[in-house]
């Protein structure tokens, strides 16, 4: 929340960086108008030091280009089109505009570039008021024609036009709007909740690398949930991931069971403060928190009414990885990405099954082997999923996962769990059993790997001897 006498120092603090300086310096030579524009003087009103480095103008882009070559060590202007040049000015990245005066045909998001002659105008077309706030520079005067400090105050978001005005020029504003609220914990206005539910359809004009791009800016903030409660809250969500909502199950008098909804944003926020904690510094980790969020999506597809009053949800991690991959595919994420997710969907009951009995060298191999790479990530999975309420259990299945991860940790020290193979390869397969390649060599091999994961180190010489035997057998 805004506190004004320590944000009006963090700006003072801004305005006199020695990046925001030489800008300023440069274009105040000229005669040019210059602000710091949007995030980095909201986050420096909200308290928050930045390296984003944003600023406008009415000068054109040839003119920037002139005007920041002398102080900057590279400059690129792959956005001149838009109005836009960067450059490196004492080892930061910077990007100066062109105040613009945009206008949109309503049938894509691509605006009909028009550059402006006021600052005001420019604030004027951004997407919520408090980043329509700009820092004059030199001056030092905060322009706000919008109402962005008020904002803050209220912890509120609102754009600086009509919503309904806003969100048709550019749709994905709406999506920006849950990813804001997460970012910021803000509140969003009433009257723009109604904008984004009544136009909610037009996302399909924007494209699926967009949306992605926004989802996942939404997911590596500290707390998802708020964003992704405003996408569900105003139906935005059904039109990128409709397999979230649909875990909002019907409840009946008769069969009752879990919000699965719930369950999930639950398992999504303890899944962040594990990893927070297991990995204080990482980055937020995009593939374990759609894993979090996806995780139960094949339960409205597979649950099943009981006689009796249970309610049952078979296989509901098969159909919900195949689920997720289906639908990632469609956001245009990338094949590593999708295929982390959905493994962690198709492995996230397995420990479940094994916390039933007594753990098995056998079984504890077995599931470092499917998870792979991403045991890790399976670890802080399957421990977020446990959301009972009852103390006794939670706190049994927590053992459990202690015990298990113990058991890894010396398994690995003993036998180099994580490179498990068979102790016999193709080759010595083929010689031992007078086989050229083929579909046998590798039944063999699967044979003496199973052997290997159910029974630990028998050495090469008892391994042969079971695979004559497994071979005479099935000859």
Not at 337 to 364: I, K, M, N, P, Q
């Amino acid at each position: 929340m805004l506190n004004m006498a320590e944000g009006l120092a963090r700006l003072e603090e801004l305005a006199a960086h020695p990046v925001v300086s030489a800008v300023a310096d440069a274009f105040a030579g000229a005669g040019r108008d210059l602000a710091i524009v949007g995030g980095p003087v909201r986050d420096a009103l909200l308290g928050r030091l930045t390296h984003d480095f944003d600023f406008t103008t009415d000068a054109r882009p040839d003119e920037i280009l002139a005007l920041i070559k002398p102080i900057s060590s590279v400059q690129w202007d792959v956005g001149r089109a838009f109005g836009t040049i960067g450059a490196r000015v004492k080892g930061e990245q910077v990007e100066i505009t062109t105040f613009r005066a945009d206008s949109y045909d309503g049938v894509t998001r691509k605006p009909t570039v028009e550059f402006g002659d006021t600052l005001e105008a420019d604030l004027s077309r951004r997407d919520f008021t408090v980043n329509a706030m700009a820092l004059l520079l030199p001056a030092r005067t905060l322009v706000d024609p919008t109402g962005g400090v008020e904002d803050l105050l209220a912890g509120r978001l609102r754009t600086p036009i009509d919503p309904a005005v806003s969100f048709g020029d550019d749709p994905l504003r709406m999506l920006r709007a849950a990813r804001f609220s997460s970012q910021l914990e803000f509140a969003v206005d009433p009257a723009t909740l109604d904008a984004v539910h009544e136009l909610r359809a037009s996302l399909s004009i924007v494209s699926p690398e967009r949306v992605q791009a926004e989802l996942v800016r939404l997911l590596q903030t500290d707390d998802p949930v708020r964003g992704i409660r405003v996408l569900v809250e105003t139906g935005l969500i059904e039109e990128f991931l409709p397999e979230v909502p649909a875990l909002r199950l019907e409840v009946d008098e008769h069969h009752h069971h879990k919000d699965v909804y719930e369950h999930s944003l639950t398992v999504l926020r303890q899944a962040i403060a594990l990893e927070k904690k297991r990995h204080p510094d990482a980055a937020p980790d995009v593939p374990l928190r759609l894993a979090a969020l996806l995780h139960d999506i094949g339960k409205p597809a597979t649950r099943r009414l009981e006689a009796g009053g249970g309610v049952t949800f078979h296989h509901h991690d098969l159909k919900g990885a195949r689920m997720a991959r289906k639908r990632l595919q469609a956001l245009r994420f990338d094949a590593a990405t999708t295929t982390v997710v959905s493994r962690l969907v198709e492995l996230h009951l397995r420990f479940f099954g094994y916390a039933e009995g007594a753990w098995t060298d056998a079984a504890v191999r077995r599931y470092v082997r499917d998870a792979g790479d991403e045991l890790e990530r399976l670890h802080i999975l399957t421990r977020a999923d446990v959301t009972t309420r009852n103390k006794r259990k939670a706190q049994r299945l927590a053992s459990a996962y202690d015990d298990i991860e113990a058991r890894i940790a010396a398994l690995r020290e003993q036998e180099q769990i994580d490179a498990i193979r068979p102790e016999l390869d193709g080759n010595q397969i083929q010689q031992i059993l007078g086989l050229g390649p083929g579909r046998e060599v590798g039944e063999a091999y699967r044979f003496l790997l199973d052997l290997r994961l159910d029974e630990g180190v028998l050495g090469e010489d008892e391994a042969e001897k079971r695979l004559r035997e497994w071979w005479a057998v099935r000859g």
